[in-house]
């Protein structure tokens, strides 16, 4: 200890003090601060990529599940449009189908009117004609029985004879 | 021409020269084996210390001579007035200084004030007795610190640079030491301080590791420079976890030193003067461990590399090599492992300051 105590010199310690206190000051300014700034900086710039990365991952996998559902529902889309076509094909034809019928239907019907009309003139002028030529017959049949008298007398007695008197 | 290259530096010359010791080593230990063990010992003892000038190695020429390698730096003291003088001037403690009118002599690395002849005077402990001046030298551990701070600063300051440029990824010499920055912000301040501090106290804690742990190193190299095992070092930087912690602190933080909640209040009387002392111990603890760390490991290390000069065989010398060597890599672990403890532990003790205690735990 008496060793330590002769051995310490006031002026080495003084001139240490002075010159690392100094040190310290001037690294400070000149080093310390600008490199631990930058080191700083560097890692936050690291992490802030790293998590912009992060975000850029889970914004394309939303991206992704988007895209998917789009696809989707414009699947769907397609799929109902086709079916609506259909129908709408269908219920055209049905339509058209129908109306044509009733059209059918309809012309039959006239048609069918018009032949009983025909018809029925035809059955009238046929029983005129049939009656003419039964009165025209009948006058030709009377004409030739009553050109003579026996004939005539025959008749009414046949006549009579049938007649019966009651 | 025979050059006897002991590779030691000044400060044992220094000592060597003085007269009364080198006469007294020359008369007590005729045996040259004990010498070369006691210039070892001197040796250890003196690169331990501080000096008054840069040198890397000295030697002795044939004649006797003895020459340095190396640079003188100013010697700043406080006696009566500034004296500010090249310790150069000092002859590595061979000749005394004159300033001003002053004479000054440095004995075991430190400066005495003495008459013109430099009598230094002894008390029975074999201690100068003499006066020493306040003394502000740029000493070889201030040259140290100093040129640290520069090379820290030119170094940091020029990877912030790259930093402020906006450059996303660490380049240079960026690649090596931001992970070591993050290190410390992630697992040491962030886990002891909390998310909240921290940022409070990165600039020192940073400093402080990188600061010990360069010092460390720089101590390992052959220039012969050992900072972290001079106390006033080790003192400044633990007083300053010691002050930053005082001042930062909370009033939930002086709550638990002086009136501890949850317990009896006789123990609360018995536990303040404990709890304060425990401030004052826990910075006290980082000194002393960087210190002893540091130092032990330099004893260690150079008295195996001692033991080459003192054995002179192939097989005595190749084993103190290999045993030194292993030492160094171990060393090298220590450097950064104490960095790392004063940092961990400073970053503990501001932790506690800044702590918001929730009083429903107690």
């Known amino acids: 200890m008496e060793k330590l105590i002769n051995d310490f010199s006031i002026g080495l310690f003084f001139w240490q003090l002075v010159l690392f206190i100094g040190l310290v000051l001037l690294l400070r300014k000149f080093a310390w601060k600008p490199i631990l700034d930058a080191v700083e900086k560097r890692e936050s710039g690291i992490e802030d990529a790293l998590k912009s990365a992060e975000k850029a991952k889970l914004e394309m996998q939303n991206l992704q599940a988007d895209n998917q559902k789009l696809l989707q529902e414009a699947r769907m889309e397609r799929e109902s449009l086709l079916k609506d076509a259909r129908d709408i094909k269908n219920k055209m034809i049905e339509d058209a189908k129908g109306e044509a019928q009733d059209q059918a239907n309809k012309i039959i019907e006239q048609a069918q009117a018009a032949i009983e009309s025909e018809k029925k003139a035809a059955i009238a002028e046929l029983k005129t004609q049939v009656a003419n030529l039964s009165i025209e017959i009948a006058e030709k049949v009377m004409r030739e029985e009553l050109s003579s008298s026996d004939k005539q007398l025959k008749l009414v007695e046949s006549m009579l004879g049938e007649t019966k008197f009651n | 021409m025979r050059r006897k290259i002991s ?34 010992k001197e040796y250890i003892q003196h690169h331990l210390q501080d000096s008054y000038d840069f040198s890397l190695f000295s030697y002795e020429t044939e004649s006797g001579e003895t020459k340095h390698i190396g640079f003188p730096l100013p010697v700043i ?41 430099g009598t230094i005077n002894y008390d029975e402990e074999h ?33 912030a640079g790259k930093y402020r440029k906006g450059n996303t990824v660490p380049n240079g010499a960026g690649r090596f030491l931001e992970p070591i920055i993050l290190y410390i912000r992630d697992d040491i301040a962030i886990p002891n301080i909390g998310k909240k501090h ?49 001042f930062t602190a909370n009033k939930s933080y002086w709550g638990h030193i002086f009136w501890m909640p949850g317990v009896p209040w006789p123990m609360k009387i018995i536990l303040a003067p404990i709890e304060l002392l425990g401030t004052l111990i826990k910075p006290f603890s980082l000194l002393i461990r960087l210190y002893a760390n540091i130092t032990a490991g330099h004893i260690v290390l150079m008295s195996i ?42 970053a503990l003790y501001f932790g506690s300051a800044v702590e918001e205690h929730n009083h429903a735990d107690h």
Do not use: C
């Open chain 2, 77 to 117: 003291l406080w006696d009566n007035g500034l004296k500010v003088f090249s310790s150069s001037k000092l002859h590595h403690g061979e000749s005394v200084a004159e300033v001003d009118g002053s004479f000054y002599k440095s004995y075991h690395s430190k400066i005495y004030k003495t008459d013109a002849s």
């Open chain 2, 305 to 346: 590399i001692g033991l080459m000069f003192i054995f002179k065989n192939w097989l005595g010398s190749s084993l103190s090599f290999g045993l030194a060597f292993a030492l160094s890599l171990l060393e090298l672990l220590v450097a950064a492992l104490q960095a790392y403890i004063f940092t961990m532990l400073s």
């Open chain 2, 198 to 246: 921290y940022k409070r106290y990165m600039s020192f804690l940073l400093t402080v590791f990188f600061f010990i742990w360069i010092i460390n190193l720089l101590g390992l190299t052959p220039l012969g420079v050992n900072v972290t095992n001079n106390i006033a070092v080790t003192l400044a930087l633990a007083l300053l976890t010691y002050l930053i912690t005082t």
């Open chain 2, 127 to 159: 201690h100068a007795t003499n006066e020493k001046p306040l003394d502000f030298s740029i000493t070889k551990n201030v040259f140290t610190i100093f040129a640290i701070g520069l090379l820290m600063f030119f170094m940091f300051s020029r990877m």
């Open chain 2, 7 to 40: 590779l030691k530096p000044i400060t044992l010359l220094l000592f060597l020269s003085t007269s009364f010791f080198f006469g007294q080593e020359e008369a007590e230990h005729v045996e040259v084996k004990t010498d070369k063990k006691t210039e070892i």
